[in-house]
């Protein structure tokens, strides 16, 4: 039996000849009969999507249809999936690009200058690949990173890491909580631990002279990062993070006032406004002398696939994702959606929520995750690395850890 896309594909070739016929007759174009153009997206933004997708479409000729799909498995379907199942167009994370970009799953996109303009560097080299000649092949739409929240009932919002240190501290012993702060792990999160990373001098990849990710300077365990280890053991003594803290123990602890810092990202911002706490949002204090503690920064966009060019609206979906998605009225109204702050700048500055403003400012001088296939080899070692030396009791010295986990990520990239 043919697929509904199939059915769809063929009907329309049917369609189309016969309009070819008809507006050879009438004096009318035969593009401009309806088309369908599919929209994967996760559940937290098919509203949204749906919503400035339609209004894109209303004077296209368009008909837009918005499949609901789980975020993550988004990056491994596009790969598979049959061509009448796939779609035109995919909502996802830029450090898909460099895989997606290789096995030619999303094509390039060429976006006007006046409207690059509009984006920071970053967010556009998040979203953009190449050995030679990097070519950008995603929409950049809204900006992420985690921060340091303070339950300003508990404590102040620190000006340096040895006060976040010793306020996390006292309310651990108040609350009796089993942890300083809330930052989770769980089986590994390199993510979230992001910002102890960088203030310690730990790198994930260097650049080339090209100024491209060099997958062979593996900084996990470099010279600075290692003097600066023994600090981790210290903490993990004191219980200042432990690993076996999750999601949703960090995210417990924090609602229920049990400990006074939470590092996590706007997508909680809901739960913490509900819970009723009082609260700040702030950059994380620096750990030592001579180096910023700096979180990951996330970029979200669109991106056009491969299949778009089979099922024939390959220009409509390069014209919403590049002009369209990319324009300030569309960027706002798609990323105040979800509590995040726009890529592109003139709609950023239209933010007024104070939450999401100081979640921008603890982004300045943060690191885009790596793009780079390579990375895919990163992940569960370095997080492990953390789980290793921060598990209390019969935990590995820091030191260890961090050089096994640099081993282990050289041999897997080769």
């Known amino acids: 039996m043919l697929s509904t896309r199939r059915l769809r594909v ?12 008809a507006a050879a007759a009438a ?41 609901q799909k789980e975020m993550g498995p988004i990056r491994q379907e596009i790969a ?45 080299d998040a979203f953009s690949y190449g050995t030679a000649i990097k070519k950008l092949y995603g929409a950049p739409v809204a900006l992420e990173n985690v921060a340091l929240v303070t339950n300003t009932k508990l404590a102040k919002a620190p000006k340096t890491f040895a006060d976040m240190e010793k306020q996390a501290l006292a309310a651990k012993k108040k609350t009796k909580a089993q942890v300083g702060i809330s930052v989770q792990q769980g089986q590994g999160d390199a993510y979230h631990m992001y910002p102890f990373f960088s203030g310690l001098g730990g790198y994930v990849f260097g650049t080339n002279r090209a100024g491209n990710l060099d997958p062979s300077d593996i900084g996990v365990a470099n010279p600075r990062f290692l003097r600066n280890a023994p600090l981790i053991d210290k903490w993990n003594k004191e219980g200042l993070i432990r690993s076996q803290v999750n999601d949703s123990i960090a995210k417990d602890l924090f609602l229920k006032g049990k400990t006074a810092y939470w590092i996590t990202g706007p997508w909680f911002l809901a739960d913490i406004r509900k819970a009723g706490l009082k609260y700040q949002v702030s950059a994380f204090p620096q750990i030592v002398p001579g180096t910023k503690s700096v979180p990951f920064l996330g970029v979200q966009g669109f991106m056009v696939t491969k299949f778009a060019a089979a099922h024939g609206v390959q220009a409509q979906a390069k014209d919403l994702v590049s002009n369209y998605m990319m324009q ?20 950023a500055a239209l933010v007024k929520d104070k939450d999401l403003k100081a979640f921008a400012s603890a982004s300045v001088g943060g690191v885009p995750m790596p793009n780079i296939p390579a990375m895919a080899s990163v992940w569960q070692d370095l997080g492990a690395a953390w789980v ?27």
């Open 80 to 124: 598979t999936v049959a061509a009448e199942n796939a779609p035109d167009v995919i909502v996802g994370a830029h450090d898909w690009v460099g895989e997606l970009s290789s096995n030619g799953s999303v094509v390039p996109l060429t976006p006007a200058a006046a409207t690059r303009a509009q984006f920071p560097r970053y967010a556009l």
């Open 328 to 347: 300030p009225s569309a960027q706002l109204r798609l990323a105040s959606a979800n509590d995040r702050t726009p890529a592109n700048t003139r709609a």
């Open 10 to 21: 063929v009907a329309g070739l049917a369609v189309a000849a016969l309009a070819a016929l």
């Open 388 to 414: 290793r030396s921060t598990k209390g009791s019969g935990s590995t010295p820091a030191r260890r850890s961090f050089v096994a986990a640099q081993r282990s990520i050289a041999q897997k990239i080769g």
């Open 27 to 67: 004096g009318t174009s035969a593009t401009d009969q309806s088309q369908t153009l599919v929209i994967w997206a996760d559940a937290d933004r098919v509203p949204a999507v749906t919503q400035v997708a339609n209004g894109w479409a209303a004077n296209k000729g368009v008909t837009v249809r918005v499949v």
